[in-house]
C-alpha cells in the first residue's frame, strides 16, 4: 500500500473532462532549497474520464527529518510535454489528509499559458540594435564617404537625443502625439485632435 | 490553429485573435505567402476566399491602432524595417518600407494613383501581357475594398493649401501647370464606429491610431481573420530562410521566428501546393538569393523613386504637421502629364519632428535654429521617375546589400525638380528655403536658384535622400533570359513559385505604388485561381522543424518536454547496440545518400546538444561533442562507453539498464562505472532504432540535479557531418570526385566541420571560370581576402595559400563539395610527451585506440616540428594518418553552392 494517493480530475470550461494531458506531482523543496530541485511523487497520463490517481512513498521525497510530509504540487502537461497548469503548492499535506490530496482543476485551454508583456515598446532598445548590426552587415566601407556616413551618425544621434523629448517639444511648440502612450490602457481616451478642440 | 495571428512577442490586448508561438510548427497547406504588404495581404486574402487554405508568413510583428501611440521613438523600431536603419550599402540612400503585419500599407501615406496608361504601355512593350481592361478591373475591385477616394476640401492642410496655391501661381512661358488632389485609402475605422473618415492626425507615419486608414491590416487581412469560411493563418516576427523545391516544383518554405534581438525562438516548415514571394522590393530578391532561385538576373534592375525635399520658410505658422501630410500633387513634370523618360512628381508632404530633424541638412546652432521654425514650415518632395540601375545582392551574413547611384537623368531631374519648388515657395511669400542639399542647406533669395541647382548637379552626394518606393530586382517581362517572372508572376522555370509584389515592375512606375502593386496582386491571385488545377500536391516534410523523430532541430526546452510526455519503447532496447568496427566501413557500419544527403553511422551514437543559441551550448556544441558507443551482454544489460570527440583519450565506462524512474516512467539508466563520472548519469528513451532523448544528471540516482538534455542519432543529415564522416566521403572514389574547373564554377559558401557540429558560414569561395581559366578568390569571415593558385588532377583538386597550408576539394553533388585546408603529409611525430605528462598529472581511464600512440611515447625523445598524434587532434583541428605518408593537421570543411 501507498503512503500517499493523490487524487483529481481535470475538466473543461463547459465541464467535459479533458484528457490526454499528463499530470505530474511534486514536493516543493523551494522552502528549503532555493534552487527548486524539487522531488518528483509520479506522473500519470489521466483517464478518458478525465481522472487520476497518483500514489507514492514517504521515501520519494523525505530528504532526512526536515521533511515529514510533502509539500505538493501538480503541473499539467499537454500530449507535447508543454506545461499548461501549475497548482498552488499545498504545504505538508498528511496521507491521511484526502482533501489536500485532491485536486480538481478547471482548465480553459491547452495551450503553454505565456505570461503578457504591459510595454510593446519595451523592446526597442534591443530592436535598433539588431537593426545597426545588420546595416554592419551590409555597410560598404569601400564605397563610403567617410565624412557624409559620421555626419548621418551624428545627425541621428542628435535627432534621437533631442527630438524624441517631450521638454524639446514644448520648447519648438510641437503639439506632437495625439494619444496616451499607452492607450489601450486608457480605454476611453478622446480621439479628438487637440487642434481640432481648439 | 487557423484564423489567428501568431508571433513571438505577448500582449495584454490585441483586436485580432492573437496568440503565442511556444513551439515548432509544421503546416500543410494550399497556399504559403510571404509577405503580408501590398501584394501578400492581397494574394493571400483572395487564396482563403477561394477556398483554398492559406498561411501568410510576415517578418515584422503584429501591432494594432491601440499600440500605434504616435511617438516616433515607440513606433520606428517596431513598424519600419530595421528600424528605420535601412539603406544602401554606402549608407548614401535612406530607404524607407514597413516591417509588420500590413508591410508598408501600414505606414505609407494612403496615396492612391492608379498605374498611368503611359507605363502600361511601356511595359507592354517589354513583354508583360496583362492588358490595360485587366488593370483596370483590378484597380477598381481594389480601390472599392479599400475605400479609395479624392482627399475633399476640408482634409487639405496648410501646406498642402500651399503647395496648390504655388501651382496656381506658377507659369511656364506664361502657360498654368498641372495639378490636383491626391487620392487616398481612408475610411470607416472598424474599432471606432464613430470615426467614419480621416482623423487627419498626420502621423501616417508611424501607423493609425485610429485604423481609419485601409491599410491591408484592417482590410483584407482583417476580413480573412473574421471569415468563418476562411482557413487562413497569419504568423508574425517569422523571417523566411528558404524556399526549398525539386525539379521545378516549389515544396515549402523553412521560416525562423525571431525575437526582437533577432534570436532565434521558434522554427515554421510550411509544406504548400502553391509558394508566393511578397516580401517587397529587395527582400523578395534577397529570399530568391539565399533559396539560390533565378540566376545572376535576380536583384538586378532597382529603382527607388529618390525623392529630395525642399521647404519653404515664411514668416506666419503654417503648423504643416497638423492634417494629413500628402493630399496634393504637381502633375505638371512627371509620367502622369505624358513624360515618357524620367520626370518628377510635386509631393505635398510633411514630416514629424524627429524625421524632421534628421532631414534638416545642418548642425548645431544652425540646426536649431532651423528647428524652432518648425511650425513655420511648408515641405514638399520631389519624387523622381529614375531609371532601374540599382542591384540588390547578398551580403556575407545573408541580408539584401543594395547598391544604386543616380544617374545623370535622375541627377538632372532632381536638380530641376528642386529649382521648381524653390521658386514656387518664393511665388508664395516664402522668406527663405531650406533645402535637402548639405552644401546648400539654405536659400534667402530667388537669385540663389542656381546656386542650388548647381550644387545638384555638380555634387549629387551632398543630397540627403529618401525612397519609400524600391521597385525591380526580379522583372517581368516574357524573356526567360532577361526577366525572373512572368506575366502571371511566375517564376521561370517553376510549376508553383510565384513573386508578386513592387519587385517584380520592370521600370519605376513614376508614382506611388501601392495602388499598382494591389491591383497586380488582383491579377495574379485571380491567374492562380484559375491556374489552381496545375498545381501539384504537397509533399509532406519536416524540415528542419523539432520533432519527435528528429530531436537534434529541438532546442533544450522541447527535448525534456517530449521527454516528459514520452514513453520508452522498449522493444528497442536490444537495438541499442552499436557495430563492433572501430573504423567507418561503407556499407557496413557506415552509408552517405548522395541524395537526400543523409549519414547513417553505426560506429557509435552521435550526441547532439540543443538547438539553443545560448554561449554555453555554443560551446559545448563546438568544443564539446560526445558520442556512446554500446556492446550488447544480455537482453537486459549492455556495456558502453561515453567518448567526448575533444579529448579523444577518455572513454568513460557505462551500464545500460532499462528501469522504472519516478516523473520518467521506464527508461534506459546509463549508469558510469568509473570516477569521476560515476557521480554523474543519464536517463536515456529511444525513440526509434536510430533515435534516443536523454537527460544527463549530476548526483545520486533518482535524485540527481539535471545538468542537459541531449540526443543522439544514428541517422542525420549532411549538416550535422562529423570530421570523420567528412574524411570518409573526401576519400571514396565512390562519394566523392575531383571536380572539373567547369563543375566547380560559381560562388560556395563553407562550414567548418569540427569533431561534433557544423558552424554557420565562415568562408565564401568564388570560382570564376573563363576561356579554359579558373580564378579562385575567397573571403574568409568576411574579413580576410585573396586568391589562391588552382591545381587540378585526377584526384584533386588543390588550391595554394600563403600559408603552410593549402585547400583540398572533392565534389560530393554539383551543389555539395567536401574540402580541407591541411598541410603537407610528413612522417615525423611530436607532442606525445605532452599526452604522458597530462596522464601522470590526471590518471584517467585511456581508451584502447590510444594504446598505440602511448607506446610510442616512450620511444620518442624529441619534439621535431608540430606534427600532433591523432588522438590530440582537437575540435576543428584534425590529425589524419596514414601508414605511408605519415600524418598532416588540417581543418575540413562543407561547401554549398550559394550561386
Known amino acids: ?198 | 490553429m487557423t484564423n489567428y495571428v501568431y508571433g513571438v512577442e505577448s500582449f495584454e490586448k490585441r483586436a485580432e485573435k492573437y496568440k503565442v508561438v511556444t513551439h515548432d510548427l509544421v503546416r500543410n497547406v494550399d497556399a504559403c505567402v510571404i509577405g503580408s504588404g501590398a501584394a501578400g495581404a492581397i494574394i493571400a486574402t483572395k487564396l482563403a476566399e477561394a477556398g483554398k487554405s492559406v498561411v501568410l508568413l510576415e517578418r515584422g510583428g503584429y501591432y494594432d491602432g491601440e499600440s500605434m501611440n504616435q511617438r516616433e521613438e515607440d513606433m520606428i523600431p517596431l513598424l519600419w524595417k530595421n528600424a528605420a536603419a535601412n539603406f544602401t550599402s554606402n549608407l548614401r540612400l535612406a530607404i524607407a518600407q514597413g516591417s509588420c503585419l500590413g508591410g508598408s500599407t501600414v505606414i505609407n501615406d494612403a496615396v492612391c494613383f492608379r498605374m498611368p496608361d503611359l507605363v502600361i504601355e511601356q511595359w507592354r512593350a517589354t513583354g508583360v501581357s496583362i492588358t490595360k481592361k485587366e488593370w483596370d478591373q483590378a484597380n477598381d475591385e481594389v480601390s472599392k475594398r479599400i475605400n479609395v477616394k479624392e482627399v475633399t476640401e476640408d482634409e487639405l492642410n496648410a501646406n498642402a493649401r500651399k503647395l496648390r496655391e504655388a501651382c496656381e501661381k506658377f507659369r511656364i512661358d506664361g502657360k498654368p501647370i498641372k495639378h490636383w488632389n491626391n487620392r487616398r485609402n481612408c475610411g470607416p475605422s472598424f474599432t471606432d464606429p464613430n470615426l467614419t473618415k480621416c482623423v487627419k492626425c498626420g502621423f501616417c507615419h508611424l501607423g493609425c491610431h485610429y485604423d481609419t486608414k485601409q491599410s491591408m491590416l484592417v482590410t483584407y487581412i482583417h476580413d480573412a481573420l473574421n471569415n468563418p469560411a476562411a482557413n487562413y493563418t497569419a504568423y508574425c516576427n517569422c523571417e523566411v530562410e528558404r524556399i526549398t523545391y525539386e525539379d521545378g516544383v516549389a515544396t515549402g518554405v523553412d521560416g525562423i521566428f525571431r525575437d526582437a534581438s533577432g534570436n532565434e525562438k521558434f522554427r515554421i516548415r510550411v509544406n504548400a501546393k502553391l509558394v508566393v514571394v511578397s516580401a517587397g522590393a529587395i527582400a523578395s530578391s534577397n529570399l530568391l538569393h539565399k533559396s539560390k532561385i533565378g540566376g545572376e538576373k535576380v536583384g538586378k534592375g532597382l529603382a527607388v523613386h529618390p525623392a529630395p525635399f525642399v521647404m519653404g520658410h515664411f514668416k506666419g505658422e503654417i503648423r504643416g504637421n497638423q492634417g494629413i501630410p500628402m493630399s496634393y500633387t504637381c502633375h505638371e513634370f512627371g509620367v502622369t502629364n505624358g513624360i515618357k523618360k524620367g520626370g518628377f512628381l510635386i509631393e505635398s508632404i510633411f514630416l514629424p519632428i524627429f524625421q524632421m530633424a534628421i532631414a534638416i541638412p545642418t548642425f548645431g546652432a544652425d540646426h536649431f535654429r532651423m528647428m524652432k521654425e518648425f511650425n513655420n514650415y511648408t515641405m514638399a518632395g520631389i519624387m523622381v521617375r529614375d531609371e532601374p540601375v540599382g542591384e540588390v545582392s547578398m551580403s556575407y551574413g545573408g541580408s539584401p546589400k543594395v547598391r544604386y547611384e543616380l544617374s545623370a537623368q535622375t541627377i538632372n531631374d532632381m536638380a530641376r525638380g528642386m529649382g521648381i519648388l524653390a521658386r514656387m515657395w518664393f511665388d508664395v511669400g516664402a522668406t527663405s528655403i531650406i533645402t535637402s542639399h548639405r552644401d546648400v542647406p539654405e536659400i534667402r533669395t530667388r537669385a540663389d536658384i542656381p546656386k542650388l541647382k548647381d550644387a545638384v548637379r555638380n555634387s549629387p552626394d551632398g543630397l540627403m535622400l529618401g525612397s519609400a518606393h524600391p521597385q525591380g530586382g526580379n522583372k517581368m517581362g516574357g524573356d526567360e533570359n532577361e526577366s525572373t517572372v512572368d506575366s502571371d508572376c511566375r517564376v521561370f522555370g517553376f510549376k508553383n513559385l510565384y513573386v508578386c509584389d513592387a519587385s517584380v515592375f520592370p521600370t519605376a512606375l513614376g508614382v506611388n505604388p501601392q495602388l499598382t502593386v494591389m491591383a497586380l496582386a488582383t491579377i495574379t491571385a485571380n491567374r492562380m485561381v484559375k491556374n489552381w488545377n496545375s498545381f501539384p500536391k504537397v509533399k509532406e516534410s519536416l524540415g528542419s522543424t523539432c520533432h519527435i523523430s528528429q530531436p537534434r532541430f529541438c532546442n533544450a526546452e522541447t527535448i525534456g518536454e517530449i521527454f516528459a510526455v514520452m514513453d520508452h519503447d522498449a522493444k528497442l532496447f536490444p537495438k541499442l547496440a552499436n557495430s563492433a568496427e572501430k573504423k567507418p566501413a561503407i556499407g557496413k557500419n557506415w552509408s552517405f545518400d548522395s541524395k537526400t544527403l543523409r549519414i547513417y553511422n553505426d560506429l557509435y551514437w552521435r550526441g547532439f546538444y540543443a538547438r539553443d543559441t545560448d554561449a554555453l551550448t555554443n560551446l559545448l556544441r563546438y568544443f564539446g561533442g560526445f558520442y556512446k558507443k554500446f556492446w550488447k551482454v544480455d537482453d537486459t544489460t549492455h556495456k558502453g562507453i561515453t567518448h567526448p570527440f575533444e579529448t579523444q583519450i577518455v572513454d568513460a565506462k557505462s551500464i545500460a539498464k532499462e528501469k522504472e524512474v519516478t516523473g520518467f516512467g521506464k527508461v534506459i539508466h546509463l549508469e558510469y562505472e568509473d570516477f569521476p563520472f560515476s557521480t554523474a548519469y543519464d536517463l536515456l528513451k529511444m525513440v526509434d532504432e536510430n533515435t534516443i532523448i536523454g537527460k544527463a544528471f549530476v548526483g545520486p540516482f533518482g535524485k540527481g540535479r539535471e545538468l542537459f538534455n541531449f540526443s543522439m542519432s544514428r541517422a542525420y543529415d549532411v549538416d550535422f557531418v562529423s570530421e570523420e564522416d567528412l574524411i570518409t566521403i573526401f576519400n571514396s572514389n565512390e562519394l566523392s570526385h575531383a571536380p572539373t574547373a567547369r563543375e566547380i564554377a560559381g560562388r560556395w559558401e563553407g562550414m567548418l566541420v569540427s569533431d561534433s557540429a557544423v558552424t554557420p558560414r565562415a568562408q565564401i569561395f568564388y570560382f570564376d571560370y573563363e576561356d579554359g581559366e579558373i580564378d579562385m578568390r575567397y573571403s574568409f569571415a568576411n574579413m580576410l581576402h585573396g586568391r589562391s593558385d588552382v591545381r587540378i588532377t585526377d584526384k584533386l583538386f588543390r588550391f595554394d595559400d600563403p600559408t603552410p597550408f593549402h585547400d583540398e576539394l572533392r565534389m560530393v553533388t554539383p551543389d555539395l563539395v567536401v574540402g580541407r585546408w591541411v598541410t603537407e603529409w610528413s612522417s615525423e611525430d611530436a607532442l606525445q610527451p605532452f599526452i604522458e605528462d597530462f596522464r601522470r598529472i590526471l590518471p584517467i581511464p585511456f581508451s584502447s585506440a590510444a594504446e598505440p600512440f602511448l607506446d610510442r611515447i616512450t620511444r620518442t625523445l624529441n619534439v621535431r616540428g608540430a606534427r600532433l598524434p591523432k588522438e590530440a587532434g582537437v575540435s576543428f583541428l584534425g590529425v589524419e594518418e596514414d601508414k605511408i605518408k605519415g600524418t598532416r593537421i588540417g581543418l575540413s570543411y562543407v561547401l554549398k553552392r550559394i550561386a
Not at chain 1, 500500500?1 to 511534486?26: C, E, F, R
Not at chain 1, 512513498?57 to 523525505?62: A, E, I, P, R
Open chain 1, 1 to 198: 500500500m501507498p503512503d500517499y494517493v493523490i487524487k483529481g480530475s481535470l475538466k473543461d470550461a463547459k465541464g467535459q473532462p479533458i484528457t490526454n494531458v499528463k499530470v505530474q506531482a511534486n514536493d516543493s523543496d523551494q522552502q528549503w532549497f532555493e534552487d527548486r530541485n524539487d522531488d518528483f511523487l509520479g506522473n500519470v497520463w489521466v483517464k478518458s474520464d478525465g481522472t487520476f490517481e497518483i500514489p507514492f512513498d514517504s521515501k520519494q521525497f523525505q530528504e532526512g527529518w526536515l521533511e515529514g510530509n510533502p509539500d505538493i504540487y501538480l503541473l499539467i502537461r499537454n500530449s507535447s510535454g508543454e506545461i499548461v497548469h501549475q497548482t498552488e503548492i499545498r504545504i505538508g499535506v498528511k496521507p491521511s489528509d484526502t482533501r489536500n490530496l485532491t485536486f480538481d482543476i478547471v482548465l480553459d485551454s491547452l495551450e503553454k499559458r505565456i505570461e503578457p508583456s504591459a510595454d510593446p515598446y519595451a523592446q526597442n532598445n534591443a530592436r535598433v540594435l539588431a537593426a545597426f548590426a545588420r546595416l554592419g552587415d551590409v555597410f560598404d566601407i569601400r564605397v563610403s564617404d567617410t565624412e557624409r556616413v559620421l555626419k548621418l551618425l551624428t545627425s541621428a544621434v542628435n535627432a534621437w537625443s533631442l527630438y524624441t523629448r517631450e521638454e524639446m517639444w514644448k520648447v519648438i511648440k510641437y503639439d506632437g502625439p495625439q494619444v496616451p502612450r499607452y492607450p489601450w490602457k486608457e480605454p476611453k481616451h478622446s480621439h479628438k485632435l487637440g487642434w481640432d478642440r481648439q
